[in-house]
């Protein structure tokens, strides 16, 4: 069969990704054997014919060619064989390889401000927690030294442990956000409502176990040098312990906001929760005198309304939040996958800063007194890197195997973050530093426990200068789904780290300050790790087969 080509009156623009027009003279079935615009002469010598169409224009305005193979099948239909671009693929990558020059030609100054726009109001999110903990500090320790003490076990049991279950938030985001991509809404409810089952299920495990042995875990954590301090520690803890249910199921609900990219609902919720606990513990200890029992009344009070906040938030936004589902051992298997490697990150990391408190707990009423409060400032503090964290999960992965992808721009974006974060570890290291240098007395009037909060002022400073570039280090290896040496590389910090606390604790003459002295390397062991495993040639800002490896499990995924 031959085939003569003629020219087409009034083209009609089809948009395709790597072209710039298609035309045809008007809506055609493309395969038909009767193509308006063409003129068939079929021939005896076969079944087959070659066309060839010159019908698009490249970016550059130069004609591209395609080849188009059909063949005629016995029952007279046509179907394609093949399809070979001439010209048009060598076009497009020029075009992606000059976008890539202009994202990674961005000025690290705007990085820098977008990171900023970004991270300014999630801050408030991650303050709310230890504003809770350390307005609890403050008061307390205007009345009592003991009380203050006390404090210490009972934080570990109600605050550190919550920590445990960070996983919940982990998997929360991650798959809700991965459904509204697919805009699976229905999906989104099933996932919410099976992540709600877990965290309620959770939340009255740890009810129960506060409940029947909380006492028994405060006794075996303070030792038999400070049993005194396990009364007023187990009153704050049971009724601390009563809001566990309300506390994960906020998570869930929290974490399924922020999956939605919704902040404010969240910031809101909390920020009405630290109103609470403020007021509360100005009432109920400093005015009617009710001590370490007040204060956790106070806080176990906000922590229920911000659960309630946090459901009703999802509920305003059309998803039933009260709805709860049985998960199957798929959606266990998924989670299971999701935040196992989180859940040893954040093991590690509450075991050591446990194991701190407990070396302090066995120094005397004192050290312990004045670790907790240069703890709760610390933590005050250091929490101010998380936006940075989230920063990095949020604009990495695009850059690293997205549509946008470009390594030298997530280069330079990683150079924004860790710049950012050695200027705000710099200035809350200062802060930081000064309020229990300075204004001791806002904490306690103890002079026995002003002077070790003094002694421990130089470590606490360094410990907390690196955090935050720390957590953007590491917020870029979450991004980059390296999660393995992530739980590994913690895992061994967290091993020195315990060998350093067991060596300082060995001996009289190394105190609180050793303790802080092991943060110290804790900290910066964590940094230097991230740093060269990113750095690394082979690292995931460096390797294009590392990112496409990661890119393929996430498509299986």
């Known amino acids: 069969m031959k085939v003569k080509i003629f020219p087409c009156p009034s083209p009609t623009s089809l948009r395709n990704p790597c072209l710039k027009c298609l035309s045809f003279p008007r809506k055609v079935q493309p395969f038909s054997s009767h193509l308006p615009g063409f003129h068939f002469s079929k021939s005896h010598y076969g079944k087959s014919l ?44 020029e075009v992606v390889e000059v976008k890539r020059e202009e994202l990674a030609g961005q000025s690290l100054w705007s990085q820098m401000k977008e990171i900023l726009m970004f991270t300014g109001p999630a801050t408030g999110l991650w303050i709310c927690g230890p504003l809770m903990s350390l307005i609890d500090t403050a008061v307390i320790g205007q009345g009592s030294s003991i009380e ?27 798959m809700v956000a991965t459904s509204l991509a697919k805009q699976d809404k229905n999906k989104v409810q099933e996932q919410i409502s099976v992540l709600l089952f877990v965290g309620l299920t959770a939340g009255c495990f740890m009810l129960f176990f506060t409940k029947f042995f909380g006492l028994w875990a405060l006794t075996a954590f303070t030792g038999p040098n400070n049993v005194h301090i396990v ?15 309300a506390v994960l199921v906020g998570w869930v609900a929290q974490s399924a906001s922020l999956g939605m990219k919704d902040s404010w609902g969240p910031l809101k919720a909390l920020a009405v929760a630290s109103a609470i606990n403020g007021v509360g513990d100005i009432l109920l200890c400093s005015v009617l005198g009710y001590g370490i029992a007040g204060a956790a009344w106070a806080t176990m ?12 938030n999802l509920n305003r936004k059309g998803y ?9 051992a798929d959606d266990l298997l998924t989670i299971f996958g999701l935040s196992a490697p989180v859940f040893i990150m954040m093991m590690a990391k509450v075991a050591f800063y446990a194991l701190m408190i407990y070396f302090a707990t066995s120094m005397g009423t004192h050290v312990v007194a004045a670790h907790q409060v240069m703890n709760q400032t610390y933590n005050m503090c250091t929490v101010w890197g998380e ?69 421990v002022l130089i470590p606490y400073f360094i410990a907390i200068a690196v955090t935050p570039s720390t957590l953007s280090l590491e917020g870029t ?26 060596l300082v604790s060995s001996s009289t003459s190394f105190g609180l300050p050793g303790c802080w002295c092991a943060l110290v390397g804790f900290q910066w062991a964590r940094f230097f790790l991230s740093l060269q495993r990113l750095l690394s040639p082979d690292g995931i800002l460096f390797s294009e087969d590392f990112c496409q490896n990661k890119l393929e499990k996430l498509k299986a995924a």
Not at 156 to 174: E, I, K, R
Not at 301 to 312: K, R
């Open 477 to 502: 290896l979450l991004a980059g789904r390296d999660l393995k040496f992530l739980s590994l590389s913690m895992s061994g910090c967290f091993f020195l780290g315990a060998l350093g606390l067991l």
């Open 301 to 312: 009070v906000s922590q229920v309304v911000a659960g309630y906040m946090m459901i009703d």
């Open 148 to 174: 203050l003490a006390a404090l210490g076990p009972g934080t570990v049991l109600c605050d550190y442990m919550s920590y445990v279950f960070m996983f919940l938030s982990v998997a929360t985001s991650n």
């Open 231 to 245: 009364p007023a520690a187990n009153t704050y803890v049971q009724i601390r312990g009563l809001a566990w249910p």
């Open 320 to 328: 039933n939040a009260f709805a709860i589902s049985i998960p199957s």
């Open 50 to 93: 070659n066309l060839f169409i010159r019908g698009c224009i490249s970016q550059s305005q130069e004609a591209v060619g395609y080849g188009v193979e059909i063949s005629r099948s016995d029952d007279g239909n046509v179907s394609p064989v093949s399809l070979a671009m001439v010209d048009c693929e060598k076009d497009e990558k």
């Open 387 to 455: 936006p940075l964290c989230q920063a990095a999960q949020s604009f990495m992965p695009e850059l690293m195997y997205g549509y946008k992808k470009s390594l030298p721009k997530a280069q330079t974006l990683l150079k924004s973050l860790v710049i950012i974060g050695a200027i705000l570890g710099l200035v809350l290291g200062t802060i930081g530093t000064s309020v229990p240098w300075l204004f001791p007395n806002i904490f306690t009037h103890d002079q026995s426990v002003i002077q070790e909060m003094h002694k």
